[in-house]
């Protein structure tokens, strides 16, 4: 579908990280998460008085030019998507409440028990419905992957538990992306504001070993095209984050919105870009919808 770095379109309202999913007047994140609003971001394709300045990254992998690694803290964001055995739904209803009552008080307690400088959020949404191999969704982030596993480890000592797996499963890091800096004024995303909107719609992506043999200018003029042609879909706010290393995918593409129509058309309109090429694989697509853990929890049972 739409995708990352290579051909994701940059939000107008915010940075987008490298991987280059629909953007379109999308928002992106490149910088880490908050869980209150920041200040707003730039607007806009074109400083004033005409055509955008480029400043290309020639040597975007720092290979040429040596350049030192990089270990400032970042963000990681952990996508832990669960299916429901049917074998719960049989139990007593006093049961399953209790159950799920326990459940809920220990995702909460990872959020409530984390000291504030650890930057802990988390979302949920349900997927009843909409897909048939899992049914629900728990959104992390923290500066520290220990955290996810911190999480993960509460839940496992719940009864839930026992009648949940986990078909699918994701982790990534935020960084700023090398192609939405590069036009000035396209819009420099300060802060991710996660889960702002009522459906969440994610996929992994990665791109064919083609498009790294590009020169960068010319990945940077695909880029162009995929900022421009999102450009009008302001509804539309995205988080590309980086996978190389840490999972199998590249990147981890999520669209935050109130307007799934709006979403289907900027994917459309980004299937027709050159950048699209060079896409080789942007599945499984998942749509969440947003909705606190009670509410998650009653859609199982």
């Not at 939405?180 to 994610?202: A, C, M, R």
């Not at 299937?271 to 060079?278: F, G, K, Q």
């Amino acid at each position: 579908m739409t995708r990352p770095e290579p051909d994701a379109p940059t939000p107008t309202t915010t940075a987008a990280p490298e991987p280059a999913a629909p953007h379109a007047g999308a928002q992106h994140a490149g910088q880490p998460a908050l869980d209150t609003p920041g200040r707003p971001a730039a607007s806009g394709g074109k400083p004033a008085g005409g055509r955008p300045k480029r400043m290309v990254d020639m040597d975007p992998s720092g290979q040429v030019t040596q350049r030192e690694p990089d270990r400032a803290n970042r963000q990681y964001l952990n996508y832990a998507f669960y299916k429901l055995d049917p074998a719960f739904r049989r139990l007593p209803h006093a049961e399953r409440e209790e159950m799920k009552a326990e459940f809920a008080a220990a995702a909460q307690a990872w959020v409530d028990e984390a000291p504030a400088p650890r930057g802990i959020i988390q979302r949920t949404y349900s997927l009843v419905g909409v897909r048939a191999d899992v049914d629900f969704m728990i959104w992390r982030m923290a500066f520290d992957v220990n955290d996810f596993q911190d999480a993960q480890a509460r839940l496992n000592r719940t009864r839930l538990m026992g009648y949940l797996t986990q078909p699918r499963h994701y982790i990534s890091m935020n960084k700023r992306s090398q192609y939405v800096n590069s036009i000035e004024g396209s819009g420099h995303g300060l802060e991710l504001l996660p889960g702002q909107g009522k459906y969440l719609f994610i996929y992994p992506f990665v791109k064919t070993r083609a498009w790294y043999d590009l020169t960068p200018l010319t990945r940077q003029g695909m880029m162009d095209e995929h900022i421009y042609a999102s450009g009008p879909f302001k509804g539309v706010r995205i988080n590309t984050s980086y996978s190389y290393g840490i999972d199998d995918q590249e990147f981890v593409v999520a669209f935050d919105s109130d307007y799934p129509q709006e979403f289907v058309d900027l994917v459309h309109r980004l299937r027709y870009t050159e950048a699209s090429n060079y896409t080789l694989s942007d599945t499984p697509m998942f749509t969440c919808i947003k909705k606190d853990l009670t509410g998650v929890l009653n859609d199982l049972a």
